[in-house]
Structures are given as structure tokens and as C-alpha cells.
């Protein structure tokens, strides 16, 4: 395997849609060996590019035949270390908090929100998918009992530094931040910003621009 540092960023950003892919092959299509053009084609990626992505990692399959669908899928999720539970520590307990606790799908790609904290006398002490909504004051704690690294944020845009802070101050290493402001965090800490807000335009974006040609064309 080449040095992670020389692979591309997009290659990295692949692998999951490779994974998901072979995971849905796997569990639910009945598919024991697929070719390098079927796996692109169903992610609307080139062959050339998968073989490509793959290579950086080792070498996978036989020329001619194919992928191993199930070995396949244990080796990207080796390489993405999906192949263990990652356990997080959520920080805001508001509808959005909800959601992610209660998103069933997170589990397949190794990730698990094990504890949920929040800084709202209202909401310490609710239950939220069979787990209790602890006060922020306990973080340290936590982290330092349970060795967790990741944290997700999930609180309104004037609190997200103050809790990126105190997530970085307990010994949290990555953060997967939802609140629409860009984190200020040291160089070694791992951020990966989710912002909904620009999603929904883009799509608006395109809706207007066919809305737009649609009416010139009358």
C-alpha cells in the first residue's frame, strides 16, 4: 500500500460509496463476484477510475474475472476501519440531535453515538433512543473513561466553537461538525463540516436554472 499521505483526497472520498456499494451486493443482491466496469457503473464512476482507487491500497481481484464482492468489502472496510465500532460522544440534544441518535444506518459504516450530552436543564435526564442526555460538564469524564475520539456537534451556530473547545480540551480528535460555521481547531484535529444549509441551496440552484431555461424556451 502506497503512503496515505500521497492518495488522493477524492480516492479517499470514494471509498465509502465503494463500500456501501459492496455491502448492499453483499447483504441483500446475492452477488458473489463483480467486475471493476458493474461496481463503476453503479456509482457512475469509470472503470479505469476504480481500478485506479484500488490500486493505491493493494492488489485486489483477478484480471478477468473480477472482484470477490465479500473480501472486497472486508478489505475497503479495513482500510476505512469500518471493520470495528467507533463509538461518539453528540453534543446538542435538539431535533437534528434526534435524528442522528435515532439513524440506524450509522452502524454499518462503523460509527456509533454512544453517549449524548447538552448544557439544557430541560433536556438532561431525556431519553433519546435508549440513551440519557448527560450535562456537558461531563465530558472529561467520559472521554477520559472511555477513550472516545470522535465527537459530533449538533448545536446552534453561536455555540459550536465554545463546544468544538471543550471537545478538543477533553481529548476528542475529529470532529464531525452540523452547525453552519467553520471550526477554528488545531492543525492535528480532524474536522469534516456538514453544512445542510448549502445542500438545499445547491439543489435550489439547479431548480431555478431549469425553471429558468424552461421559461426562455416557451
Known amino acids: 500500500m502506497k503512503n ?18 459492496l455491502d448492499k451486493m453483499d447483504t441483500f443482491e446475492d452477488i458473489d463476484v463483480v467486475s471493476s466496469k458493474d461496481l463503476g457503473g453503479k456509482l457512475d464512476i469509470p472503470s479505469t477510475q476504480v481500478r485506479k482507487d484500488l490500486s493505491y491500497y493493494g492488489e485486489f481481484g483477478r484480471r478477468g474475472v473480477g472482484y470477490n464482492v ?23 440534544a435538539g431535533n437534528l440531535g434526534h435524528a442522528l441518535v435515532n439513524y440506524k444506518s450509522f452502524s454499518m459504516m462503523g460509527f456509533e453515538i454512544a453517549y449524548v450530552l ?7 435526564g431525556n431519553m433519546i433512543n435508549g440513551k440519557k442526555v448527560q450535562d456537558i460538564k461531563n465530558i472529561d ?25 471543550e471537545m478538543i480540551d477533553s481529548g476528542i480528535k475529529a470532529i464531525w461538525n452540523f452547525a453552519p460555521t467553520r471550526l477554528l481547531v488545531p492543525p492535528e484535529i480532524e474536522v469534516k463540516n ?4 448549502v445542500g438545499i441551496v445547491s439543489l435550489i440552484y439547479h431548480l431555478s436554472w431549469q ?3 424552461e421559461t426562455k424556451g416557451e
Open 211 to 213: 425553471e429558468e431555461m
Open 118 to 124: 447538552d448544557n439544557d436543564p430541560a433536556k438532561i
Open 141 to 165: 469524564k467520559i472521554v477520559a473513561e472511555t477513550d472516545i475520539k470522535l465527537g459530533v456537534i449538533a448545536v446552534p451556530t453561536d455555540a459550536a466553537q465554545v463546544v468544538a473547545d
Open 194 to 197: 456538514e453544512d445542510l444549509a
Open 4 to 21: 496515505r499521505e500521497n492518495i488522493p483526497k477524492a480516492t479517499i472520498e470514494r471509498l465509502p460509496l465503494y463500500y456501501r456499494c
Open 70 to 92: 465479500n473480501e472486497l468489502k472486508k478489505s475497503v472496510g479495513k482500510i476505512l476501519g469500518v471493520d470495528r465500532m467507533w463509538p461518539a460522544i453528540l453534543v446538542g
